[in-house]
């Protein structure tokens, strides 16, 4: 059994990823592989798992809380904080990752993609709109 701590969760669509305590890449969990109700993971739960290899990477199975995050509206540890980023900081720092990582890119694919990202970060409060 390996131990981490949620990273996010979609209780809606019902997965999200864990940081293993040990380091290395998150690892996707599923609502299917929980031993416990889908609405006690949230950001900051410690969960035991097991880990397996899926054609999408590492997924956790048998997946078990051992503490809880805070109480509701506690804040979380300082370390666990981050900057919400302006959309034009979002937008240099998206547009500079897809050029690095993916330079075959298209101008159109990376406003395209950077688009959709933005969506999302507004959507996850991580962007001021």
Request: charged share 25%; hydrophobic share 40%; glycine share 8%.
């Amino acid at each position: 059994m390996v131990t981490g701590k949620v990273v996010r969760f979609d209780e809606v669509r019902g997965y999200g990823f864990v940081a293993p305590d040990g380091g290395g890449e998150d690892v996707f969990i599923h609502v299917n592989d929980l031993t416990f109700d889908k609405r006690l993971v949230a950001p900051g739960v410690v969960v035991e798992f097991d880990p397996e290899d899926s054609d999408r990477g590492p997924k956790a199975s048998n997946v078990q809380i051992l503490r809880q995050s805070g109480a509701p509206g506690e804040q979380p540890p300082e370390e666990e904080l981050f900057d919400v980023l302006s959309a034009k900081e979002f937008h240099e720092t998206i547009t500079e990752a897809l050029l690095t990582s993916a330079p075959t890119m298209t101008a159109e694919q990376i406003l395209q993609v950077r688009q959709k990202l933005t969506q999302i970060a507004v959507r996850h409060g991580w962007v001021d709109a």
